[in-house]
């Protein structure tokens, strides 16, 4: 496992993103409007990540 820092184009199935202090599996990545993508997570959660923002993802 190791850490990485991504925007909204790096983020992939699998990922794991600690949203609030809990952990998050990213199961489906989709791009909407404004090359935002919409993150959806194993547990049906959901989060639109802006195009510029980096994040910190966990990766296998």
Partial sequence: MRIVSVTADGVRRGDVIDVGGIPHTVCDVREV???RKRLEFADG???VLGARVAIRVTRA
Avoid: E, I, T, V
Wanted: aromatic fraction near 16%; avoid cysteine.
């Fill in 45 to 47: 959660n959901a989060y």
């Fill in 33 to 35: 409007s404004g090359r």
